[in-house]
Protein backbone atom coordinates (compact mmCIF):
# COMPACT_ATOMS: atom_id res chain seq x y z
CA UNK A 1 0.00 0.00 0.00
CA UNK A 2 1.19 3.46 -1.02
CA UNK A 3 0.52 5.81 1.81
CA UNK A 4 0.10 9.44 0.62
CA UNK A 5 -0.55 12.82 2.00
CA UNK A 6 -4.66 13.22 2.37
CA UNK A 7 -5.29 16.39 0.58
CA UNK A 8 -9.19 15.34 -0.90
CA UNK A 9 -12.64 13.69 1.26
CA UNK A 10 -11.53 10.77 -1.11
CA UNK A 11 -8.25 10.64 0.05
CA UNK A 12 -9.68 11.23 3.57
CA UNK A 13 -12.55 8.16 2.78
CA UNK A 14 -9.86 5.54 1.44
CA UNK A 15 -7.69 6.24 4.19
CA UNK A 16 -10.68 5.49 6.62
CA UNK A 17 -11.17 2.62 5.14
CA UNK A 18 -7.25 1.44 4.94
CA UNK A 19 -7.42 2.25 8.97
CA UNK A 20 -10.42 -0.47 8.81
CA UNK A 21 -8.99 -2.92 7.20
CA UNK A 22 -5.81 -2.66 9.22
CA UNK A 23 -7.52 -1.93 12.57
CA UNK A 24 -5.94 -4.43 15.56
CA UNK A 25 -2.64 -4.98 13.29
CA UNK A 26 -0.08 -5.81 16.14
CA UNK A 27 2.03 -2.97 17.43
CA UNK A 28 5.80 -2.90 15.64
CA UNK A 29 4.86 -4.94 12.67
CA UNK A 30 4.50 -3.27 8.91
CA UNK A 31 0.91 -3.27 9.50
CA UNK A 32 1.01 -1.91 12.72
CA UNK A 33 3.32 0.72 11.46
CA UNK A 34 0.96 1.52 8.64
CA UNK A 35 -1.80 1.91 10.90
CA UNK A 36 0.48 4.68 12.80
CA UNK A 37 1.16 6.48 9.93
CA UNK A 38 -2.39 6.15 8.76
CA UNK A 39 -3.96 7.38 12.45
CA UNK A 40 -2.22 10.59 12.56
CA UNK A 41 -2.48 11.69 8.93
CA UNK A 42 -6.22 11.08 9.48
CA UNK A 43 -5.98 12.90 12.89
CA UNK A 44 -4.46 15.64 10.83
CA UNK A 45 -6.54 16.30 8.36
CA UNK A 46 -9.52 16.43 10.18
CA UNK A 47 -8.08 18.63 12.84
CA UNK A 48 -8.04 20.90 9.57
CA UNK A 49 -11.04 20.47 7.84
CA UNK A 50 -13.26 18.85 10.48
CA UNK A 51 -12.66 21.03 13.78
CA UNK A 52 -14.11 20.06 16.57
CA UNK A 53 -15.32 22.78 18.74
CA UNK A 54 -15.44 22.77 22.65
CA UNK A 55 -18.88 22.33 23.54
CA UNK A 56 -20.93 25.78 25.14
CA UNK A 57 -20.06 26.19 28.95
CA UNK A 58 -23.58 25.71 29.72
CA UNK A 59 -23.93 22.64 28.19
CA UNK A 60 -20.76 21.42 29.37
CA UNK A 61 -22.14 21.78 33.11
CA UNK A 62 -25.28 20.72 32.37
CA UNK A 63 -23.73 17.42 30.40
CA UNK A 64 -21.39 16.83 34.08
CA UNK A 65 -24.62 17.24 36.27
CA UNK A 66 -26.29 14.62 33.88
CA UNK A 67 -23.25 12.18 34.26
CA UNK A 68 -23.12 12.71 38.23
CA UNK A 69 -26.53 13.03 38.81
CA UNK A 70 -26.15 16.66 40.45
CA UNK A 71 -28.89 18.67 41.16
CA UNK A 72 -28.62 22.77 41.17
CA UNK A 73 -28.57 22.84 44.52
CA UNK A 74 -25.11 20.65 44.35
CA UNK A 75 -23.84 23.51 42.04
CA UNK A 76 -23.93 26.32 44.83
CA UNK A 77 -20.28 25.91 46.24
CA UNK A 78 -18.81 25.74 43.29
CA UNK A 79 -21.22 28.99 41.66
CA UNK A 80 -23.18 30.91 44.66
CA UNK A 81 -26.28 30.64 45.97
CA UNK A 82 -29.54 29.67 44.60
CA UNK A 83 -30.14 32.42 42.56
CA UNK A 84 -26.21 32.59 41.35
CA UNK A 85 -26.41 29.14 39.87
CA UNK A 86 -30.47 29.96 38.27
CA UNK A 87 -28.81 32.77 36.52
CA UNK A 88 -25.80 31.19 35.01
CA UNK A 89 -27.93 27.96 34.03
CA UNK A 90 -30.48 30.26 32.11
CA UNK A 91 -27.45 32.42 30.65
CA UNK A 92 -28.08 35.63 32.49
CA UNK A 93 -24.73 35.33 34.02
CA UNK A 94 -21.53 34.70 32.90
CA UNK A 95 -19.46 32.37 34.60
CA UNK A 96 -16.65 34.18 36.85
CA UNK A 97 -13.31 33.28 36.88
CA UNK A 98 -13.39 31.34 40.23
CA UNK A 99 -16.48 29.73 39.32
CA UNK A 100 -14.64 27.97 36.28
CA UNK A 101 -12.12 27.76 38.62
CA UNK A 102 -14.40 25.67 41.11
CA UNK A 103 -15.93 23.59 38.21
CA UNK A 104 -12.87 22.29 36.59
CA UNK A 105 -11.04 21.64 40.24
CA UNK A 106 -13.96 19.48 41.58
CA UNK A 107 -16.31 18.29 38.61
CA UNK A 108 -13.27 17.96 36.33
CA UNK A 109 -15.00 19.77 33.84
CA UNK A 110 -12.17 20.78 31.05
CA UNK A 111 -11.33 24.21 31.23
CA UNK A 112 -11.23 24.65 27.35
CA UNK A 113 -15.21 23.91 27.73
CA UNK A 114 -15.67 26.30 30.06
CA UNK A 115 -14.00 29.42 28.73
CA UNK A 116 -15.83 29.27 25.62
CA UNK A 117 -18.25 31.65 24.90
CA UNK A 118 -22.11 30.83 25.46
CA UNK A 119 -24.83 30.31 22.81
Same mark, same amino acid.
Given at each position: ???RPIKTEA???NALANIERLWGAEVNTP???TLDIL +?? +?VE???? &??HPIDPPDPIEAIKFRME??? +?? &??DLEPYIGNRGRVS?? +?? &?QRALSLNMIRRLHTHL???LESLIGPSE
Open positions: MEIDYKAGD +LT +LAYEN &RHQMG +LS &RKEV +LN &RHIP
